[in-house]
C-alpha cells in the first residue's frame, strides 16, 4: 500500500465545536514541548529522543488539524509512540482514536477514564452522563493502557508522570514532564479540567465528586509546576501569552498552577451555592 494517511472519523456535533476546531498556528512552548492544537482545543507533542508523545487529541474533526499542525513542525504523525489522554469526553479524546490508528501508538489514561476510551461511552458516573442516550460518546480507542496514580510513561529520555485528578471526571489525569533549553529545565504541568459541568440533575455535593475535586486542585496546586498547560487553551491564558512573546517566554509562572486550583475552587463554591444541597 501507499504511504498511510489519517482516516478521519464522522465529525461531533454540539453548539461551540465549529468555534473549538477553528485552526491554530503550531508553536513551541518550551524546549521539547509543542502545542498542535486547534483554537479551542489542547493537544500537544512532547519531542522525545525515540520518537512524539500525543497529549490529547481533540475532537473527532480535530484530528486532521493535530495531524497537519504536527507535520508543519517538521515532525511526522507516524513517530508518535504514546499518545496520553486527560479525561474521557468527545472533545479531548474525539481525535484519538484517527491518531491511534494512524500511528499505532499505545493510548494512556487512568483505569476509568480507559473503560470509557475503549467503549467511547460514558460511564454513569460521569458528571456528564446523560441515561438512554448516545450523547458525549466518540469513537471507541484500542490498545488503551490504564496507568496508576503517580506511574510514568516513558518514551526516550522523557518520562511523563500521571495524577489521578478526579472530580471533572471519576478517570481525570493531570500529566507531569520535564522540558529543558538552554540548560534550564523547567516542570511542565498539563492540568485536567476542574470544572464543575454536567448534566441536568447531577449534583457535585452529593455524589462526592465536589470533595474529589477540591482534593485534586490541592494536588495541582502542590506540584511542582513551572509552565501550567490545560485541555483548553483559554484556561491558561493561551492567547494573551502569545501576543507576549517577545518579552520573554510567557508561558513561565510558577504560581500558575496555583492560581488554576484557587480558581477551580472559586467555581466549585459558586457551583455547590447554586445546587444549595
Not at 504511504?3 to 465529525?11: C, I
Not at 467503549?119 to 466518540?138: I, K, M, N, T, Y
Amino acid at each position: 500500500g501507499g504511504p498511510r494517511v489519517l482516516e478521519p472519523d464522522e465529525p461531533y456535533v454540539c453548539d461551540r465545536c465549529d468555534e473549538w476546531n477553528e485552526p491554530h498556528e503550531p508553536f513551541r512552548v518550551h524546549g521539547n514541548t509543542w502545542f498542535v492544537g486547534t483554537d479551542g482545543l489542547s493537544a500537544f507533542v512532547i519531542e522525545t529522543g525515540e520518537g512524539l508523545i500525543l497529549v490529547d487529541g481533540g475532537l473527532p474533526q480535530s484530528a486532521a488539524l493535530i495531524d497537519a499542525n504536527i507535520r508543519a513542525l517538521g515532525f511526522d504523525p507516524l513517530n508518535i509512540k504514546a499518545i496520553i489522554v486527560s479525561h474521557a469526553h468527545f472533545d479531548h479524546a474525539g481525535g484519538v482514536a484517527a491518531l491511534q490508528r494512524l500511528s499505532g501508538a499505545n493510548v494512556f489514561t487512568s483505569e476509568a477514564g480507559a473503560t470509557t476510551l475503549r467503549s467511547g461511552r460514558l460511564g454513569e458516573d460521569d458528571p456528564q452522563f446523560v441515561a438512554d442516550s448516545d450523547e458525549g460518546s466518540f469513537p471507541a480507542i484500542s490498545n488503551v493502557v490504564a496507568i496508576g496514580d503517580g506511574e510514568f510513561v516513558s518514551v526516550g529520555e522523557v518520562n511523563v508522570r500521571a495524577h489521578h485528578t478526579p472530580g471533572h471526571t471519576t478517570g481525570s489525569i493531570t500529566w507531569s514532564w520535564e522540558s529543558c533549553a538552554l540548560n534550564t529545565c523547567l516542570d511542565v504541568v498539563y492540568a485536567d479540567s476542574l470544572t464543575a459541568v454536567s448534566a441536568e440533575g447531577f449534583s457535585f455535593s452529593r455524589s462526592g465528586a465536589a470533595d474529589q475535586m477540591v482534593e485534586s486542585a490541592g494536588k495541582i496546586a502542590d506540584l511542582s509546576c513551572d509552565i501550567l498547560l490545560s485541555p483548553h487553551p483559554f484556561f491558561f491564558g493561551m492567547y494573551d501569552k502569545l501576543e507576549r512573546r517577545d518579552d520573554g517566554n510567557p508561558f513561565v509562572n510558577n504560581l500558575a498552577c496555583t492560581f488554576y486550583a484557587e480558581s477551580a475552587l472559586g467555581w466549585l463554591e459558586r457551583r455547590l451555592e447554586a445546587e444549595g444541597d
